[in-house]
Every structure is written in structure tokens, then in C-alpha cells.
């Protein structure tokens, strides 16, 4: 699955905060400094989704705040069922 993610570093919690079709703003609360930002989101998303951390790839926008991430390890239905949970 291919999500877009609106990136947001220095927050208190790690969280997605909304999503608006695919697009997924997300905070972290690692610096956007060394991409830490991006290690701690590819945790935070693996977590989330329920897949190892290496079955998450930040395919655009390394260093910027907002990204294309892939998601592998489950089926199409699967992700969409946990998109759902998303406010």
C-alpha cells in the first residue's frame, strides 16, 4: 500500500493526528535533525499497521516533511480496514 504522509516532528506523542483519503498527517517526537524523524516514523507506522519495521520504505521526500511512503506485509483489505479506524 502507497500512503502519502504529511510529516510533523518535535510532537509530545507519536500519533496519527487525521487522515484525508490515502493522505496521513502523522507526529513524531524525534527532531527532524540525522532523520530521526524518519526512523521514528518507520517504526511508528510499522507498529500501526502491524508489519516489521523493513516492510516500511520512504519511496519520496526523505527530507522533506511531506512523503511517500510504502507499506508492505499485508493484504490490500487488511490495510484498508485499519485506514478505516482513522479519524
Not at 35 to 44: D, G, P, V
Not at 45 to 56: I, W
Amino acid at each position: 500500500m502507497i500512503v502519502k504522509v504529511r510529516l510533523i516532528p518535535n510532537a509530545e506523542d507519536n500519533e496519527i493526528v487525521s487522515r484525508m483519503g490515502s493522505v496521513l498527517r502523522v507526529r513524531v517526537t524525534a527532531p527532524a535533525i540525522d532523520e530521526k524523524a524518519n526512523a521514528t516514523l518507520k517504526n511508528y507506522l510499522a507498529e500501526f499497521f502491524a508489519v516489521p519495521s523493513r516492510k516500511v520504505n520512504i519511496l519520496r521526500g526523505v527530507n522533506g516533511c511531506e512523503k511517500t511512503v510504502e507499506i508492505v506485509g499485508r493484504t490490500e483489505e487488511q490495510f484498508k480496514q485499519v485506514m478505516e479506524c482513522i479519524p
